[in-house]
């Protein structure tokens, strides 16, 4: 889960990036690379930490992730967009899930 946050995170950023090229608002492009500076580096880590099984890590990374979709989350709410408010906010749950479970002894005591 922690895996499909990142991949899914950098996908839209990488997305995003890509469709700034070439326009006409360089503003936008900023904004798509500082959102691609953010998740494509963290879905690399995520991937490493998967390669290498480092559960404890992996846990920390999963409430990395969590909350950071549960920041989105909150600006979904703010824009009033329903689909960008409940995306995230599933991911966001889900995350935390996989989080509790790779780091139980932490989480339970």
């Not at 991949?7 to 006409?24: D, R």
């Not at 360089?26 to 500076?37: E, I, K, L, N």
């Not at 009033?80 to 966001?92: E, Q």
Request: charged share 10%; glycine share 8%.
């Amino acid at each position: 889960m922690t895996a499909i946050n990142a991949l899914t995170s950098a996908g839209f950023s990488a997305a995003g990036l890509m469709a700034t090229f070439g326009g006409t608002n360089p503003s936008a492009r900023v904004f798509a690379m500082y959102a691609a500076a953010r998740s494509l580096p963290l879905a690399a880590a995520t991937l490493w930490l998967v390669y290498v099984r480092s559960i404890r890590e992996l846990g920390a990374m999963a409430i990395l992730l969590g909350v950071i979709q549960a920041c989105d989350a909150l600006v979904g709410l703010w824009q009033h967009d329903v689909s960008k408010t409940l995306g995230p906010a599933v991911f966001a749950v889900a995350t935390f899930a996989a989080a509790r479970a790779l780091l139980p002894r932490a989480v339970s005591s």
